[in-house]
């Protein structure tokens, strides 16, 4: 088998990972959206932990590394919260589409802050999935808009999170990271945990560990597949999360997307796909300009 089937394989499996977390954390039903999070990321922390030993790696990263890994941690637990407010309170494939906005939000931030230019088809893209997006949110100004406002929210603290990601590269090793990212929301979110804490049944619980080990298998399943394969070749599988989410919304709660929501999907799914499209015609484009000048700098030596 090669690479590249590896990472669509291991890139399928993450997004059932993260389907499956999604719906097992609306299936737990009425517990604070904070206590939900905390206890996600508690198992993640410890699955986490396990590998960081076993690899006799730093738990918390190096010195120098401080500042990104803390502010990556940050904007990935306010982006959590609001992610699962968002799949509490709408049918689930909107919450995750919703979410699913950060990669173009990531191209904004990444030309903001990384001074990294954006090129034309990129931009284009943002503005369709822009429009996709009102589509699914069909924006009212209502009480009702809240949730939607928190799925959209859940992406750009994404986004923020992933940014720093780039910045931070190969410097500490994903475990690490997932490690640092989850302990930091279990600490973070334990005292908000306590102050509004609801007693939880047997049910819940199994629903809440569950959804954690989901995650975790999601979260390695993604950094793994991108070790086998570019982000460019491969990330577009990621958006099968969008088609489990709509099987589990239909058969498991009885929440069919209306037809301006699905019309929404196919949107921000055209987008992405143009941009999968032009990102990989501009890798090979440019793999030939150095492939050229690779042969010619030879014939001159």
């Given amino acids: 088998m090669s690479d590249r089937n590896k990472g669509i394989i291991l890139l399928l499996i993450?997004?059932?990972?993260?389907?499956?977390?999604?719906?097992?954390v609306k299936l737990s039903g009425d517990v604070p959206t904070v206590q939900k999070t905390l206890f996600r990321n508690l198992v993640s922390a410890i699955i986490a932990f396990g590998f960081v030993k076993v690899n006799k790696e730093r738990l918390f990263g190096k010195r120098e590394n401080q500042k990104l890994l803390l502010s990556r941690s940050a904007l990935g637990t306010i982006g959590m919260v609001l992610f699962f407010y968002a799949i509490d309170n709408l049918v689930?494939?909107?919450a995750d589409m919703l979410n699913k906005l950060s990669p173009f939000?990531?191209?904004?931030?990444?030309?903001?802050?990384?001074k990294e230019k954006a090129r034309l088809y990129q931009i284009i893209s943002i503005i369709i999935a822009f429009l996709g997006t009102l589509l699914i949110?069909?924006?009212a100004f209502s009480i009702e808009f809240v949730p939607y406002l928190?799925?959209?929210?859940?992406a750009v603290f994404a986004a923020g999170a992933y940014t720093l990601l780039r910045v931070l590269g190969d410097?500490?090793?994903?475990?690490?990271i997932v490690f640092y990212f989850?302990?930091?929301?279990?600490?973070?979110?334990?005292?908000?945990?306590?102050?509004?804490?609801?007693?939880?049944?047997?049910v819940q619980w199994v629903y809440l560990l569950s959804a954690g080990a989901f995650a975790t298998l999601g979260q390695f399943g993604l950094t793994i597949a991108y070790k086998y394969a570019p982000a460019r070749e491969i990330s577009i599988f990621f958006y099968s999360t969008v088609v489990y989410s709509a099987l589990i919304s239909i058969f498991l709660f009885g929440q069919v997307p209306d037809i301006l929501s699905i019309l929404g999907y196919f949107t921000?799914?055209?987008?992405?796909?143009?941009?999968?499209?032009?990102?990989?015609?501009?890798?090979?484009?440019?793999?030939?300009v150095a492939s050229t000048s690779a042969t010619q700098a030879n014939r001159q030596t």
């Fill in 150 to 154: 928190a799925g959209v929210g859940s």
């Fill in 182 to 202: 989850s302990f930091f929301t279990t600490v973070t979110l334990l005292p908000f945990t306590i102050a509004f804490y609801e007693p939880m049944s047997t």
């Fill in 268 to 288: 921000i799914f055209a987008a992405s796909f143009y941009m999968f499209i032009k990102n990989n015609r501009q890798a090979t484009k440019q793999n030939k």
């Fill in 14 to 24: 993450s997004a059932f990972g993260f389907s499956m977390m999604a719906a097992l």
């Fill in 105 to 114: 939000l990531l191209i904004i931030f990444s030309a903001i802050f990384l």
């Fill in 171 to 176: 410097k500490e090793k994903f475990y690490t």
């Fill in 92 to 94: 689930l494939s909107d």
């Fill in 137 to 139: 949110i069909k924006p």
